[in-house]
């Protein structure tokens, strides 16, 4: 066995541990889970988990992209903080070259050039525990095809290839990508890999306009604009198809021809779905791939509501894996370890209900195996 295989191996084992362990410590009753496959080892909100968050935005080609630049990398950096349960502490702003004299400036940590990003990631290695989450998002402008495909930064311009080799050490957490530069594509395939999560703003070199996607994914995150089976959580899944509707909108609208067409890997092919949904290729891992902490909307909650919350939120994440898997399945078998997780997840939702938020007549919603992300209907 190569040290290639036996590493993944060693991860594998290593993650579905932690895994284990975490999901016997939220049960509040002895109900079994069906078996879930692979994917039930990645994205498993607990407790325990914690959420990071990194922005690199690159510099800026004339005035205006300067100024879009920076009110994109501020907006998601508020938000973050404001809507999702992160903190300065696990929010990294590189932007440009560090500056951080104007309005909002005191949010950046450092300058977009290679010493910046090796830094905020050696940090960032040096703090993360294996299932933790991080996520990276790329403001900015790109250049380039396949191995030389580029982003924009400080200095050097960095090539994805670069760039994932950078990320290699963060194999035992869970990580999304979501790169919004022009001629974004083939960075992006670059990052490619099991388990992890990519959005690409464009789908080939020759779109290398500025795209106007970013706004629209930071949108979706606002208010959780983008939460469309609303269980008051926005998914990778649901912000990519909220920006994606709304900047073919804008094309349309502005009787344009789009020159930008956003796609999405999940499964580590580097083939990037335009249209990606539950039940074709890619679009399982970003569905259960949630942008929110645990603790996002639990201040003041216990150490046991906190359990049983993270109890809700697997038991919800089971159902959309679930349904996802419905093919492989007897349809006896499928339904009837689906009522089991149904039922589970209303006893779990109305004791969280009656005992933490007895005057919140506001239930979070159940998700219904029929109730799916741009797939089609069970």
């Known amino acids: ?113 290679r010493e910046g990003i090796v830094g905020a990631l050696d940090e960032l290695a040096a703090r993360v525990k ?32 670069e760039f994932a080799e950078m990320l290699d050490r963060f194999d035992q957490q869970d990580m999304v990508v979501v790169n919004t ?53 926005v998914s990778m899944l649901e912000a990519f198809e909220y920006a994606k509707a709304n900047v073919e909108l804008w094309y349309e609208e502005q009787g344009r021809l789009a020159a930008e067409h956003a796609g999405l890997d999940d499964n580590g092919d580097a083939l990037f779905s335009l249209n990606p949904a539950v039940d074709v290729a890619d679009g399982r891992l970003a569905e259960i791939a949630y942008i929110d902490t645990l603790v996002d909307d639990s201040a003041g909650l216990s150490a046991e509501a906190l359990q049983l919350k993270a109890r809700i939120q697997e038991l919800e994440r089971s159902v959309i894996i679930m349904r996802g898997r419905k093919a492989e399945y007897l349809e006896a078998d499928y339904w009837s370890q689906m009522e089991t997780l149904l039922v589970e997840l209303a006893r779990a939702t109305a004791r969280f209900n009656a005992q933490y938020r007895p ?20």
């Open 181 to 233: 530069s022009s001629a974004s594509f083939g960075f992006s395939s670059s990052l490619s890999s099991e388990g992890r999560v990519v959005i690409s703003s464009t789908r080939s070199p020759s779109e290398r306009y500025d795209p106007i996607f970013s706004g629209y994914f930071i949108e979706a995150l606002d208010q959780r604009n983008g939460d469309r089976d609303k269980n008051n959580r």
């Open 359 to 378: 005057d919140d007549s506001t239930n979070s919603q159940i998700t219904q195996p029929s109730q799916t992300n741009g797939a089609s209907n069970d």
């Open 1 to 113: 066995m190569n040290q290639f295989v036996l590493r993944r191996h060693v991860t594998r084992l290593a993650r579905y541990t932690v895994s284990l362990f975490s999901l016997l410590a939220s049960l509040s009753v002895s109900a079994q889970l069906p078996d879930l496959g692979d994917n039930a080892n990645f994205f498993l909100d607990t407790p325990e988990t914690t959420k990071f968050a990194v922005i690199m935005t690159g510099p800026a080609v004339g005035d205006d992209n300067s100024s879009r630049f920076r009110q994109w990398s501020l907006s998601l950096h508020d938000i973050l903080t404001r809507d999702y349960g992160y903190s300065s502490d696990t929010i990294t702003l590189l932007y440009d070259r560090g500056d951080t004299s104007f309005v909002g400036g005191e949010r950046v940590d450092g300058p977009t050039n």
């Open 130 to 161: 294996i299932g933790d989450q991080i996520t990276l998002y790329l403001i900015g402008h790109g250049s380039g095809a396949e191995e030389e495909a580029k982003f924009n930064i400080v200095g050097p311009d960095i090539t994805g290839v």
